[in-house]
């Protein structure tokens, strides 16, 4: 695919990372301007995050993409500001490149691409695209939406209590906000009861949490669906059980790895859509409040064409899939 007359609109958060979007950004600039020579390279800092989601709705909707020239989005800084780009460009057709210099980084975490952000930068310049799966969630959203799509994992139980203020503790604490808030909601949280249904089969039960996950991971690296595929077209569902505090406690490291889905408290189902409802339950997505169940969470397959690091190396020109 020719890309002379390409446009790649980078939109970053430099504070993302505790100021280290900005620190690194002339080294990503250098190995995006390097490998993408004959393109044109525009750069947009968002100091907000209305300024940031403006951004990424203009390059989006002013981008072209046919046979002959594909224009693209290409996102840095944390899972909030991946957040916007899938929002921005899913279901459009233009290619999204992410970047993550943030304290999460669980979007880039889940599709495999490099935590470097140079490395990251690399993996646009290589070109190789994959059709990225979407959850698109449905109810009365966050921010006054109705719709929403998702990268990573859909949070509504103790989970999205914990990514919740975790968000809110991340500048102070950095890698250890998410563990710490872990701790911290575990002293009060008691189970919830869950109205859900699951491809049609109705379900009321209790559970510490129901997480729905496209990507694997969330809240700083925990893998909370180890078999999850952003590009297999189901969504994976963990649902923890009750427990007692202290096992919940004895769970919690072992969300990093993902072994702790072997404990007999956890269940795991994979499905195309689930609706989701209960008291008392919040929602939670990419580190950015979703809004109050219900929720009807669905899995738009290939929704959005990703840069993911090439598998072929022999394989250079952007947009070869």
Known sequence: MRIDNATTT?????????????????????????????????????????EAQQFCKEAVDKARV??????CLVVMGGDGIMHLGINAAGGTGVPLGMIPAGTGNDMCRSVGIPLDPVKAAHVIVEGHLLHMDLISVVGKLAHGGTQRYVGTVVATGYDARVGRRGALMSKAWGSLAYGAAALAELRAFEPV???????GQERVLPAMFIAVANGGYYGGGMHVAPTASVSDGVLDITIAHPVSSM??????????????????????????EIMIDGDGLIGMADGEALGQPPLGVTVEAGALPVFIPNPDPLTKRRGKK
């Open 66 to 71: 046919s046979t002959d020239t594909r224009d």
């Open 10 to 50: 980078l939109v970053v958060n430099p504070t993302a990372g505790r100021g280290k979007a900005l620190k690194i950004l002339p080294k990503v600039l250098n190995e995006l301007l390097r490998g993408l020579p004959e393109g044109s390279l525009k750069v947009r800092q968002a100091n907000t995050y209305q």
């Open 193 to 199: 009861t869950y109205r859900i249904r699951v491809d």
């Open 247 to 272: 096992t919940l406690l004895r769970l919690l490291p072992r969300m990093f790895n993902g072994s702790f889905v072997s404990d007999p408290a956890i269940e795991r189902l994979t499905a195309k």
